[in-house]
């Protein structure tokens, strides 16, 4: 698993992985899950962030695949849009989370019990309120991470 994952991209695990499991528990365990909370101001603000965010990072790639380079103006934008994009991104990942407690608790949706026939108990609530904890430390580690990445990238285009 891990070999085909370093296969597929470049950055390591302990930066890619947190980006993609907030983004599927915010899709599917947050606004999919809970219809309410799709309605939330916020609900724009994230939607802007990753759209503008993979807009420039996907094309940015396509270019370097497709002619062997992209302009110095596009490598400066996926290497800086960052600074703005991320803190709007994570503050609306986070607000979401926060707003959809209340409707977490109410349904009691992937909610285990006991008495069970596993016994074990796991309540989604708590879950949530766990997510949001794990922000706090993986929120600079990952903004620290992608400035170094900033800052290599845009040294390295200097010296060409």
Known sequence: MEVFF??????????????????????????????????????????IS???TE????????MKEAFGFAPSWH???RYSTFLVLY?????????LIYFALPYIKASEKYCFRMPNKWNFSFDYFYA??????????????????????RKRALSKSKKE
């Open 128 to 149: 949530a309120i766990l997510a949001l904890g794990i922000y706090v430390p993986g929120s600079p580690h990952l903004y620290h991470y992608m400035l170094g990445q």
């Open 75 to 77: 490598l400066w934008l």
């Open 6 to 47: 370093f296969c597929l991209v470049r950055s390591p695990v302990s930066s890619t992985l947190p980006q993609i499991g907030s983004r599927l528990y915010l899709t599917w365990g947050i606004l999919w899950s809970f219809p309410e909370i799709r309605t939330h101001i916020l609900v724009t603000s994230l939607v």
């Open 55 to 62: 807009i420039i990072r996907y094309s940015f790639f396509g």
């Open 87 to 95: 803190p709007t991104g994570i503050s609306s990942e986070v607000g």
């Open 50 to 52: 990753w759209a503008i």
